[in-house]
């Protein structure tokens, strides 16, 4: 979507110009015109919509995340259109990094989780860096097994866009740092230091933070790790690298506390790293990237409940609280913690299934945190059984309150298990918004076949879910991954936003597989320009129905928005606008043109390229005929007259086991440059390394492919 000059009219300088100042504002300003861009777990989970005041900007903009998130939805970007094969899996073909994938075996049997997310640093703000250059782009990922001397714990690539020559990806660095990485990365705002946890010790048990500088090498491989050089908290600030430290995670007694659960939070404005353990302890680390790293021990680390680990915690600059919640048959609880005296004020119980197993979504700027529930304990939902649910609180919630619900779908009966579920996602409607209106998807219906559901919130407050796609057949019921929504504003205009989304296995667009799915759920939005082609996600209020709707020609939407009809193929005007509807939301790709068939009214089918409706029944041709190529534009077939109602909205990818969180790079023009990255869940054939294992993988954001 092309954004009109209101968009950006709220601030009176360049974005970029912007960035710079909030990054002098902080701190953090560069040595250099340029600073570069860390994407990790954190960047899906704590966001900012556009401050309503100059005051509220200015309290906002002390989170160097605030400008990285303006950077990625907000500077327009040109894209390569890359081409599409639909129903290719990463095995069981020729694949090469040209075509926009690469899959690195990480190691077989890794167990990383689903709900953990590689991490990925860009440099330069406007220029992708392959291999050759001094300061290369880089994506980290943890392998989920533990580091030996045939085996890294922890691995880096570089040389990662089909852009750039020579081997595509090739291996940056690999670690063995002598334990198990159960959780997701993060990176200094400069690129040079890594920080996650692991566990260790005989037996393993004893978790610790580890602060890592990376050198680069030429030798070491996922295989044929190196060994950084192990030095104290005191002496790693001066270290050479490659060098790490581990701060280990203790109770208030000084007892070992293991952490397979709870990923880092780095706090860029304070130096600080917040992490939850096992017991149910928060830990706050102090001096992690500029100086000696120190576990606080006055007020800290404090034990939030009796005993449930912690999933990952997040830090509210604008409260001043730190987030967090916890897992298990008897946790559900999200609890905030002073920053300073650790005081801590637990929820009313929110997850009576297994528990808040991934971090909730922070809206900074509204105040607001949206949990994601299993199971909300009661019987209100089809069959008299528990629902999943969404809660939303404020950031300072009271004790015991569960602020307001709303439920996507059943969980299970009690005395049951029901699927976890993670993180959804807003729409940039939401992050646009200067009060907290837009959408939220999540992928709910844990009790039974997976759905992705869309809730309306409007200044806070959510209103009721539309059920959209079923991802998988009746009666199978796999759990879904977390959810991740990016608008690419110059991507082919079909594309120009998209959710994406896994489900672990038998997933309807994958023949049943482990699949990677996304769809287009760009929203409509008042006095904005889309181009001819492009194409938004509507709700049908009068039958609480999602479609998707085609623009046949360029122009600007009207102040408010139309009324959408049900039927397929019918044109809707919106002041210079003329939409097409291409139907309800599906993601089992539609069967193709055949010959000598009776289509009745209204029949989909994809001519390899768009989706084609019936607008006169009859019997097709011999031969397939000719397809009209322009959006709206009609193709006579025999007695059957067909309307191209647009592309396919939707892409699918086979994987093992499904994937992890999904992170997004959009940064640069260089051809292979606006990726996905992720990790699969099972073994499987990584095509562009060999090798069966868990793959690390990178795929093509409109094409996963």
């Not at 689903?114 to 050759?132: D, E, I």
């Not at 595509?168 to 990365?185: D, E, H, K, Q, R």
């Not at 050089?229 to 000084?254: D, K, R």
Request: charged share 10%; proline share 6%.
């Amino acid at each position: 979507m092309k954004s009109t000059a209101a968009r950006f009219s709220w601030i009176g300088v360049s974005l970029c110009g912007l960035m710079f100042l909030g990054w002098v504002l902080t701190g953090e300003a560069a040595k250099s015109p340029e600073q570069g861009l860390p994407t990790d777990w954190s960047h899906n989970h704590v966001i900012f919509t556009h401050p309503a005041s100059l005051a509220q900007e200015a309290l906002i903009s002390q989170d160097p995340r605030y400008w990285q998130q303006r950077y990625r939805r907000e500077v327009p970007r040109e894209f390569p259109v890359e081409r599409f094969e639909p129903g290719k899996g990463v095995s069981g073909r020729s694949q090469t990094a040209s075509a926009g994938l690469w899959a690195e075996d990480t190691g077989a049997n890794g167990v990383a989780g689903p709900g953990n997310y590689p991490a990925k640093y860009s440099f330069s703000l406007t220029t992708a860096n392959c291999g050759n250059a001094s300061k290369p782009d880089y994506v980290v990922y943890s392998t989920g097994l533990l580091g030996s001397g045939t085996q890294a714990s922890i691995i880096a690539f570089d040389n990662i866009y089909s852009g750039c020559s020579g081997t595509v990806p090739s291996t940056y660095w690999a670690y063995n740092t002598g334990g198990l990485i159960l959780t997701s990365p993060v990176i200094s705002l400069d690129g040079t230091q890594i920080a996650f946890v692991q566990t260790s010790g005989s037996p393993i048990g004893n978790a610790g933070l580890v602060l890592l500088k990376w050198k680069a090498s030429t030798s070491e491989t996922v295989f044929s790790p190196g060994v950084p050089t192990s030095v104290t908290a005191a002496l790693y600030p001066t270290c050479v690298a490659p060098c790490m430290t581990e701060v280990f995670l203790h109770n208030g007694t000084g007892g070992n506390v293991d952490d397979r659960t709870s990923s880092p939070y780095y706090d860029y404005t304070n130096d600080i790293a917040w992490v939850g353990g096992s017991g149910g302890w928060l830990h706050k680390i102090t001096g992690v990237f500029k100086g000696a790293p120190t576990e606080v021990t006055t007020f800290f680390p404090v034990q939030v409940n009796a005993g449930n680990a912690l999933s990952g915690p997040l830090y509210d600059g604008k409260s001043q609280n730190v987030l967090v919640g916890d897992l298990g048959t008897s946790g559900g609880f999200l609890y905030r913690v002073n920053f300073s005296t650790g005081v801590s004020t637990a929820s009313g119980r929110l997850d009576f299934g297994v528990g808040l197993v991934e971090s909730p979504l922070l809206d900074v700027t509204g105040g607001k945190v949206y949990a994601f529930a299993s199971s909300d304990g009661t019987t209100s939902c089809t069959g008299s059984v528990a629902c999943a649910a969404v809660y939303t609180l404020s950031t300072s919630f009271a004790a015991g309150t569960t602020g307001t619900k709303v439920t996507v779908g059943n969980s299970v009966a009690t005395g049951s298990t029901p699927n976890p579920m993670y993180a959804g996602a807003f729409d940039s409607a939401y992050y646009n918004s200067t009060n907290a209106t837009g959408n939220l998807y999540v992928c709910g219906n844990t009790g039974g076949a997976p759905v992705m559901y869309r809730i309306p919130v409007v200044a806070g407050v959510m209103g009721s879910p539309v059920p959209g796609a079923t991802l998988t057949a009746t009666g199978k019921n796999p759990a879904c991954s977390p959810v991740t929504d990016f608008p690419n504003p110059n991507a082919s205009p079909n594309k120009a936003e998209l959710l994406y989304f896994s489900v672990q296995n038998f997933g309807r667009p994958c023949g049943n597989k482990g699949c990677l799915m996304n769809f287009v759920d760009l929203p409509w939005q008042a006095n904005t320009h889309y181009n001819a082609g492009e194409e938004i996600l509507v709700i049908r209020t009068a039958n609480n129905v999602a479609y998707i709707q085609t623009a046949i020609n360029s122009g600007t939407s009207g102040s408010t928005i139309p009324i959408w009809p049900a039927a397929l193929a019918k044109k809707t005007t919106d002041n210079n606008i003329t939409w097409l509807n291409q139907g309800s939301t599906t993601v089992v790709p539609l069967g193709g043109w055949t010959a000598n068939h009776g289509y009745g009214s209204l029949a989909r089918i994809f001519d390899g390229t768009n989706v084609e409706i019936s607008i006169q029944a009859g019997f097709s041709g011999n031969t397939q005929p000719t397809w009209n190529t322009t959006v709206g534009g009609t193709t006579n077939d025999n007695a059957v007259i067909w309307i191209n109602a647009g592309p396919w909205p939707s892409s699918s990818l086979t994987l093992a086991g499904g994937t992890g969180g999904v992170i997004v790079d959009g940064t640069s023009t260089a051809t292979g440059a606006s990726q996905i990255y992720f990790f699969t869940q099972g073994n499987q054939t990584c095509t562009t390394s060999g090798g069966s294992g868990v793959c690390a993988v990178q795929a093509s954001q409109a094409n996963l492919q």
